[in-house]
């Protein structure tokens, strides 16, 4: 078990800027001891413009940073002939995308490591996310499957294993979802900061 301590006043900071984290916490946490000294803050049903523009800024340069890390990882596993390590660094490529998807389109991303579910989210506010990783047959499937299998398998299990071949095709994929990572998070960084002057503009007429 790891403890994380807080100081109140960060803490309804963090919600009163709808940090997802500190929102699921209030939401689904359990409450173990209570001096009634202190409340928590609601999180409020929409957020300045400016923050949600920081926000976005912050995230994608977070988790786009550690899926290019991944991304060099993988290579490095690969020139090294681990290529159960390489899957594993490349499944979490995907995982990092998805999510800096996700975070800077909604602000919100689940606590989840399955592929599946954060594709399915991600599709949902950039659908070119379809024609990567394609599943329209049984053998596109089952690589998916295998990718998605690797966060535990190619660490916790001995009987996974990876041909080059996989890692060629899933290289090729990772490849396009990190570059369109980046273009689609750009876009609608900028729409957000046309948000924000829009915001600051009303304010001041």
């Not at 920081?54 to 690969?78: L, M, N, R, V």
Request: glycine share 2%; net charge negative; hydrophobic share 35%.
């Amino acid at each position: 078990m790891q403890i994380i301590v807080e100081q109140i006043g960060e803490i309804n900071k963090r919600l009163e800027e709808n940090q997802y984290f500190y929102s699921d916490i209030k939401r689904e946490g359990i409450v173990l001891y209570d001096t009634g000294k202190y409340n928590l803050s609601n999180p409020p049903d929409e957020i300045n413009p400016t923050i949600r523009r920081q926000h976005a800024e912050d995230e994608f340069e977070g988790w786009f940073k550690q899926a290019q890390s991944f991304w060099k990882q993988a290579k490095h596993a690969e020139n090294d002939n681990e290529l159960k390590m390489a899957s594993f660094d490349l499944e979490q490529v995907c995982e990092m995308c998805y999510k800096c998807i996700l975070l800077v389109y909604t602000h919100y991303a689940a606590d989840e490591h399955d592929l599946y579910s954060l594709r399915n989210e991600a599709e949902k506010y950039e659908p070119l996310l379809k024609e990567i990783f394609l599943l329209e047959n049984e053998e596109q499937q089952k690589r998916f499957d295998k990718l998605n299998l690797a966060y535990i398998g190619a660490r916790y299990v001995r009987s996974f294993t990876v041909e080059p071949y996989e890692i060629d095709y899933w290289k090729s994929e990772v490849e396009k979802l990190l570059s369109l990572t980046k273009q689609t998070c750009k876009i609608k960084i900028e729409s957000l900061k046309q948000i924000e002057i829009e915001y600051k503009n009303g304010k001041s007429a």
